[in-house]
């Protein structure tokens, strides 16, 4: 009678057992991980981007060197192991009379093991491909898709561009600030309303034994006499052959004719340098001439681009960097700079991949 109702008591804890040890393959892990760590992965990458650019920006108003250092690969690897045990035992040394049951131990445990390994590889973007790319001037090509993605032409050709046809924008050049041409930024304004009324446009043009061109035009039918007075205005702002519906675009300082539309494009390191100009240095910084003094001259190209700094960490940095003892950051709720963030993006990505470009053809027909 006592061997039997041991028997019951053991079978209950023995099920147990196996039930614990059968758990550990029946569930998969996998999923859930994917769910649990692709955003806080992309969150984490996109912050680190954000404070690796703001940081070569304000190391640039110092004259320091910047530098890149890419994440090329993120490999995250987990096991969870689930084990159990059960040990039995019978003794003959317990008091006379002693059941079955009595003379019987049992022991139980179970642990679960659960490990995360990930691989995280860093690139220094040191190859001469990537140094080249951020060094030479912007195709014009680049400029042009930038402004057909839906950014205001003022706002891009402000920041990329140092002349039109020879008509300059503004600059800083070899430590002095140069105003623009006023007719610089008049032809940017005619663009802008023409973009932003639907006037103006873009296609590809395949053409037979000659690399693809890049056709910029405006809309001539069903104009307002004003529009189609203004666009034959920006053709003359240019010097530009009013007549002629097509203009070749090439990279360089002045046309060679009016029938060609030049346009000396700025690099990415010269535009990062430009953005460095609107990073605000610590009074005592300037008075140890560790940074260039504009002497309270506003900054070219870029009027709505701010990096504020303070002793003080921000409470609400969009990013924010620690360099030179001080925190250097921009405001989360400034959107214009933000936006330049946005814009970088797509140009230091080019740079990455090694894009190369080819010069494009702009046409602005005429009525």
Same mark, same amino acid.
């Given at each position: ?131 080249? @790319?951020?060094?030479?001037? #912007?195709?014009?090509? +680049? !400029?042009?898709? =930038? ?5 205001? *032409?003022?706002? %891009? ?100 004719? @009016?029938?060609?539309?030049? #346009?000396?494009?700025? +690099? !990415?390191?010269? =535009? ?5 100009? *609107?990073?605000? %240095? ?86």
């Amino acid at each position: 009678m006592d061997l039997s109702m041991s028997r019951n008591k053991l079978l209950p804890s023995c099920w147990f057992v196996l039930a614990l040890i059968s758990q550990s393959g029946c569930r998969h892990i996998g999923p859930s991980m994917i769910v649990a760590d692709r955003l806080p992965y992309n969150e984490a990458l996109a912050t680190s981007w954000k404070e690796q650019t703001l940081l070569n920006i304000v190391k640039m108003r110092y004259n320091d060197t910047p530098f890149f250092v890419d994440v090329s690969q993120i490999t995250s690897g987990y096991s969870k192991v689930r084990s159990g045990n059960a040990n039995l035992s019978f003794s003959s040394s317990f008091f006379p009379g002693a059941g079955f049951g009595e003379r019987m131990g049992t022991l139980f445990g179970g642990q679960t093991t659960f490990e995360d390994r990930p691989t995280i590889s860093y690139t220094p973007q040191t190859n001469a491909e990537f140094i080249r @790319n951020l060094t030479n001037p #912007i195709a014009p090509k +680049s !400029i042009l898709f =930038m402004i057909q993605s839906g950014y205001d *032409a003022d706002f %891009v050709f402000d920041l990329l561009v140092d002349s039109i046809n020879g008509v300059n924008n503004g600059s800083f050049l070899a430590g002095e600030l140069r105003e623009a041409d006023p007719r610089f930024h008049a032809f940017l304004q005619i663009m802008t309303r023409a973009q932003r009324s639907g006037n103006v446009g873009m296609r590809i043009e395949q053409r037979k034994d000659a690399p693809e061109a890049v056709v910029l035009f405006f809309r001539d039918k069903n104009i307002s006499p004003e529009t189609a007075a203004e666009l034959s205005e920006g053709r003359k702002l240019l010097g530009l052959n009013d007549e002629l519906s097509e203009f070749k675009v090439v990279f360089g300082e002045v046309p060679k004719s @009016n029938d060609e539309l030049a #346009i000396m494009t700025r +690099s !990415i390191f010269r =535009m990062l340098g430009i953005l460095s100009l *609107a990073v605000e %240095v610590p009074c005592c910084h300037l008075a140890e001439g560790r940074a260039l003094d504009l002497g309270g001259q506003a900054s070219p190209n870029v009027p709505a681009f701010v990096v504020h700094s303070s002793l003080e960490r921000p409470c609400d940095g969009y990013a924010t960097v620690f360099y030179r003892g001080y925190w250097f950051w921009v405001d989360d709720r400034d959107l214009q700079t933000k936006r330049y963030f946005q814009f970088m993006l797509a140009f230091l990505a080019q740079a990455d991949t090694g894009t190369k470009d080819t010069l494009p053809l702009v046409t602005i027909r005429a009525n």
